[in-house]
DNA sequence: CTATAAACCTGCTGGC
DNA sequence: TGCCAGCAGGTTTATA
């Protein structure tokens, strides 16, 4: 599940090889992924065009063309964003294949579909309703404290979920921030305590940088820019490692599903 | 407002 | 060993 470390990671991979570089074509390999405009309409509107410059927000990619218009990727639950090598055979789920003027090839890859691609000329209409930035640093305890007033009746980690608050975080981080914090999922948003707030800030910083240090969370799908998985499932405290024990303190790890989303624990670290 | 659920999709797991 | 139902999950949309 790409979430902002992952994204992260794609963006420094991709930045450096693709700034400057202009589309010569894009090809379908596989019908079905949710692109807006379709990827015909894609294949007939970006060859000549130049990528200027690469932005993550949240858990998107924006590629800003000089064009003025912005090619927008997101990988949903599956999604692959790399550089495919001179010699590498093209990926099974290929959705899109974008070959560049260097004759680099850009493949967009995805089994479940989940995944999205926007040719606009406002990027706004795609991630104009996103909260700050979950790395932001100008976002502190105060300003967190805030958010979660508004949300006050809300579980916390829904709220953590909610891409208009923070952008960025999903399952895998919500769960390893709270645990880093020692905050139960299922805790009214309101009812955290001004230092409760200021230690899951830190914490979702905490475990958003190391996950960016480990190059992203590899369980299966996730890749790289270049196609390689990440190291960051090693670091994980609670995520994926229901019965294992925990690293604090040797409590089995415990799951439930809170706000709809399995979420990963633990019982006595995090009490309600 | 809040919350839950369904829909999208398909590889993988677990049960029989 | 093999088959199949059901789960997983980011986001949007619909319904309680």
Not at 17 to 28: I, Y
Not at 143 to 167: C, F, H, N, P, W
């Amino acid at each position: 599940m790409p979430e902002l470390p992952e994204v992260h990671t794609i963006l420094n991979d991709l930045a450096p090889r693709l700034q400057g570089l202009v589309f010569q074509e894009v090809t379908q390999c596989r019908p079905g992924t949710l692109n807006e405009p379709s990827t015909d309409e894609l294949a007939r509107s970006l060859p000549g065009k130049r990528i200027e410059q690469l932005e993550r927000r949240g858990k998107y990619l924006l590629l800003h063309l000089d064009s003025g218009q912005t090619l927008i990727f997101h990988l949903g639950m599956t999604g692959r964003l790399y550089l495919l090598g001179q010699a590498e055979p093209p990926d099974p789920y290929c959705t899109a294949n974008f070959v560049l003027d260097d004759s680099s090839q850009l493949c967009f890859a995805d089994p479940r579909k989940f995944g999205h691609i926007w040719l606009v000329d406002d990027a706004a209409s795609v991630v104009g309703k996103l909260g700050p930035d979950a790395l932001d640093e100008s976002v502190g305890a105060s300003e967190l404290q805030d958010m979660l007033s508004l949300r006050r009746g809300t579980r916390i980690k829904a709220v953590l979920l909610d891409q208009s608050v923070l952008a960025g975080i999903g399952n895998i981080y919500a769960d390893e921030a709270l645990f880093e914090a020692r905050i139960n999922a299922e805790r009214a948003a309101g009812s955290l305590t001004p230092e409760e707030v200021a230690e899951l800030r830190r914490a979702i910083l905490v475990v958003l940088r190391r996950g960016i240090e480990n190059r992203g969370t590899t369980f299966s799908d996730y890749r790289d820019g270049f196609g390689r998985a990440g190291m960051n499932q090693q670091a994980l405290a609670v995520f994926h490692r229901t019965g294992k024990p925990c690293p604090r303190c040797g409590t089995a790890i415990k799951r439930k599903s809170v706000a709809g989303r399995g979420t990963h624990y633990c019982p006595s670290c995090q009490p309600l």
